[in-house]
């Protein structure tokens, strides 16, 4: 199995609304990431978990908030965000050793959010 | 800091001809370098990567790289396009820094490729 799942595919939300997006993953990685991106440009990197512990946060807005609940799963958690949060938000995983450099990240399929 | 380059906006080829999509580096240390691909409305895909060894990286669907020192260059290429082969491409490179040396992906601005029947 080498798939990073997302759900939900789609959502609509409003600005007011409490909203999560899920990643499963089943690979054994031990690094995951959020990642968001707008129409052809490149990933942005979110947040990273290492060991189940955040471990890097790009300065993302509190509206967002992560969360990785056990090894295979990875959470993040949508409260009144602005319409200018509408993106396609990507949850990756990689191997996480002493060789994470040369290892690459799998992605899942992301979830279009659109805040009205 | 550590960053790559994709110099060209869009790339057009005629199906069955060969593609070559740029990517240069900037990097302190080993380079660590990726190619993604990302079909419309959908997440990226791993190519290939270039670690260590040979300078020519061979990955998914008849896709290569090759790696090139003196040129701080790392291009993807195919021998033969095609149609299907449309899509937008991504060169990243391992960011060496980074809390817990967690190494995160450092992308370029993307290229289009358009292969035409």
Known sequence: ?116 | AQSVAQPEDQVNVAEGNPLTVKCTYSVSGNPYLFWYVQYPNRGLQFLLKYITGDNLVKGSYGFEAEFNKSQTSFHLKKPSALVSDSALYFCAVRDAKGSGNTGKLIFGQGTTLQVKP
């Open chain 1, 1 to 116: 199995d080498t798939e990073v799942t997302q759900t939900p595919k789609h959502l609509v939300m409003g600005m007011t609304n409490k909203k999560s997006l899920k990643c499963e993953q089943h690979m054994g990685h031990r690094a995951m990431y959020w990642y968001k991106q707008k129409a052809k440009k490149p990933p942005e990197l979110m947040f990273v978990y290492s060991y189940e512990k955040l471990s890097i946060n790009e300065s993302v807005p509190s509206r967002f908030s992560p969360e990785c609940p056990n090894s295979s799963l990875l959470n993040l958690h949508l409260h009144a965000l602005q319409p200018e949060d509408s993106a396609l938000y990507l949850c990756a995983s990689s191997y996480r050793d002493r060789g994470l450099m040369n290892t690459e990240a799998f992605f899942g399929q992301g979830t279009r959010l659109t805040v009205v």
